[in-house]
């Protein structure tokens, strides 16, 4: 079957750093997207790793281990605008996406 | 700049009635897909259209069907909706291929209420 997990919550402060886990096990695997998704607003890309490593974007980092069918999204510098539902993705190909429930990330002053 | 319209924000409709989400693109991609998003369970696949008049189904096609005439259109019909249906739903687009084209691309979403 197909699965994607990733927490449903995390807390933390302004000028911080938090890590989103993301682990997968799907039958097809040709990469995997991280998008951001204001409330009430449509799902923006933010990564997209399909070899293994770190993939870094500003503030914003994003790491995958196929072997471990495991990813993370690293937010450093947290700002309150970070505040926001942050999603996994799994692409098996053919342009489709697989996601997971998303994590949602709350910025305290 | 990118762009994908729904037709709708905000939809209010009663059980029974036929329902039409519209998405528009125009960025002549390949690929649309229509999504519902519940609290808890994030966005499940309800159908995709990788051309004119080409469509399978998703993960949730239940209840739902869908027609894609030209290719910047793709819209979402629900025959006879019920509250079960209440959610918000989302399309997408993207170009075919691999990699980091598989970038999918949303409308801002059409939150759509059964009573």
């Known amino acids: 079957g197909q699965n994607i997990d990733q927490p449903t919550e995390m807390t933390a402060t302004e000028g911080a750093i938090v890590q989103i886990n993301c682990t997968y096990q799907t039958s097809g695997f040709n990469g995997l997207f991280w998008y951001q998704q204001h409330a009430g607003e449509a799902p923006t890309f933010l990564s997209y790793n399909v070899l293994d490593g770190l993939e870094e974007k500003g503030r914003f980092s994003s790491f995958l281990s196929r072997s471990k069918g495991y990813s993370y999204l690293l937010l450093k510098e947290l700002q309150m605008k970070d505040s926001a539902s942050y999603l996994c993705?799994?692409?098996?190909?053919?342009?489709?996406?697989?996601f997971g429930a998303g994590t949602q990330v709350v910025v305290t002053p | 700049d990118v762009k994908v319209t729904q037709s709708s924000r905000y939809l209010v409709k009663r059980t029974g009635e036929k329902v039409f989400l519209e998405c528009v693109q125009d960025?002549?991609?390949?690929?649309m897909f229509w999504y519902r998003q519940d609290p808890g369970l994030g966005l499940r696949l309800i159908y995709f259209s990788y051309d004119v008049k080409m469509k399978e189904k998703g993960d949730i096609p239940e209840g739902y069907s869908v027609s894609r005439e030209k290719k910047e259109r793709f819209s979402l019909i629900l025959e006879s909706a019920s509250t079960n249906q209440t959610s918000m739903y989302l399309c997408?687009?993207?170009?075919?291929?691999?990699?980091?084209?598989?970038?999918?691309?949303f409308g801002p979403g059409t939150r759509l209420t059964v009573l």
């Open positions: 997408a687009s993207n170009l075919s291929g691999e990699g980091s084209y598989n970038e999918q691309f």
């Open positions: 993705a799994v692409t098996p190909g053919w342009g489709k996406l697989q």
């Open positions: 960025m002549d991609h390949e690929n």
